[in-house]
């Protein structure tokens, strides 16, 4: 069994120990020297790591100032809406989708209510894993009726922002949303397709979007929870 490089041994340690708040966003982390004595290693070895963690976007390292760690996290602004995929790319990721499958389902009794459809009535089911930088990151599912996208199906594969693509393709133009946003561990499933452990805990958003106060798309969304955060801004007191 081959061994694992003592450089990226020491990657990771670093790395799970800044996912886990051992050391904070905007923090500097201990100086070469004194990780050379943390992890008894080399000073090549330090440098490679923290080379590592640089292109993952975790720590900024300046000569003669030391080594940051960054904000990793990507923010969506829940004031505006915005797709996952759209806060990702704002954040410096490159964007791609692994695998897209369209297909249509029948409306079940839950969505047919967000929808304001009948129930049975067709939709599109629009299914994808985002990677971001090459990491899968967001296993999507969305649902729109179908009479407002005919042959939608044609496009798999060839887009990436469903926002941009319904208002570009089908001038559907989001322009209000109402989500539920809660949290799950990975089950199997979700496991295999982020290439994750089972158990990893995912940020999970159920959203409606409207147009004209209309809804138009049920999006069903599931983040790893370490790669992703929300931001709300709140003015007054409940009273």
Same mark, same amino acid.
């Given at each position: 069994?081959?061994?694992?490089?003592?450089?990226?041994?020491?990657?990771?340690? @670093?790395?799970?120990?800044?996912?886990?708040?051992?050391?904070?966003?905007?923090?500097?982390?201990?100086?070469?020297?004194?990780?050379?004595?943390?992890?008894? @290693?080399?000073?090549?070895?330090?440098?490679?790591?923290?080379?590592?963690?640089?292109?993952?976007?975790?720590?900024?390292?300046?000569?003669?100032?030391?080594?940051?760690?960054?904000?990793?996290?990507?923010? *969506?602004?829940?004031?505006?809406?915005?797709?996952?995929?759209?806060?990702?790319?704002?954040?410096?990721?490159?964007?791609?989708?692994?695998?897209?499958?369209?297909?249509?389902?029948?409306?079940?009794?839950?969505?047919?209510?967000?929808?304001? @459809?009948? *129930?049975?009535?067709?939709?599109?089911?629009?299914?994808?894993?985002?990677?971001?930088?090459? !990491?899968?990151?967001?296993?999507? !599912?969305?649902?729109?009726?179908?009479?407002? @996208?005919?042959?939608?199906? *044609?496009?798999?594969?060839?887009?990436?922002?469903?926002? #941009?693509?319904?208002?570009?393709?089908?001038?559907?133009?989001?322009?209000?949303?109402?989500?539920?946003?809660?949290? !799950?561990?990975?089950?199997?499933?979700?496991?295999?397709?982020?290439?994750?452990?089972?158990?990893?805990?995912?940020?999970?958003?159920?959203?409606?979007?409207?147009?004209?106060?209309?809804?138009?798309?049920?999006?069903?969304?599931?983040?790893?929870?370490? #790669?992703?955060?929300?931001?709300?801004?709140?003015?007054?007191?409940?009273?």
């Amino acid at each position: 069994m081959s061994k694992i490089p003592s450089y990226r041994a020491m990657y990771d340690l @670093v790395k799970n120990d800044i996912k886990q708040g051992k050391y904070l966003i905007g923090e500097l982390l201990p100086t070469e020297s004194e990780l050379e004595k943390i992890f008894h @290693v080399s000073r090549s070895t330090v440098r490679r790591a923290m080379e590592l963690l640089a292109q993952d976007g975790l720590v900024s390292i300046k000569q003669g100032r030391g080594t940051t760690v960054m904000d990793f996290k990507t923010k *969506q602004d829940l004031n505006k809406v915005t797709s996952v995929t759209e806060s990702l790319r704002r954040k410096g990721y490159i964007v791609r989708t692994k695998s897209m499958y369209i297909d249509t389902v029948g409306a079940t009794e839950k969505l047919a209510q967000e929808l304001q @459809v009948m *129930q049975g009535d067709l939709l599109a089911r629009v299914q994808r894993i985002q990677l971001a930088d090459e !990491k899968p990151v967001v296993i999507m !599912k969305n649902y729109i009726p179908y009479h407002t @996208v005919p042959n939608i199906e *044609q496009y798999t594969n060839q887009f990436s922002a469903l926002y #941009q693509f319904l208002e570009q393709k089908y001038q559907i133009e989001i322009d209000a949303a109402k989500d539920k946003i809660y949290a !799950k561990p990975a089950d199997f499933t979700d496991s295999e397709m982020l290439c994750v452990a089972p158990g990893t805990a995912l940020l999970c958003i159920r959203r409606i979007c409207y147009k004209d106060q209309k809804p138009v798309c049920v999006d069903q969304v599931s983040i790893l929870g370490d #790669q992703y955060e929300l931001e709300v801004s709140m003015s007054g007191r409940y009273k």
